[in-house]
């Protein structure tokens, strides 16, 4: 099965190539558009949202 067929791969795509640009050398207003579609793509990805989610609900808090 071709891993771009899996459900999130596209947002995960998306969120790895917003993680790796240098932030360092943008404008403010720049770097606060990554950020704020960084933390947009994290709530909508159903991979990080499902390790999220079970750790949250977890008693121990690490998704057992």
Known sequence: MDPRDTPGYRLHRAL???N???TERL???DREQIDRARAIL???SPLTRADRTAA???PSG???
């Open 20 to 22: 790796s640009i240098d």
């Open 42 to 44: 994290e709530d909508a």
């Open 27 to 29: 404008e403010d207003d």
């Open 16 to 18: 790895s190539n917003l």
């Open 62 to 64: 690490c998704g057992e």
């Open 56 to 58: 949250e609900t977890s």
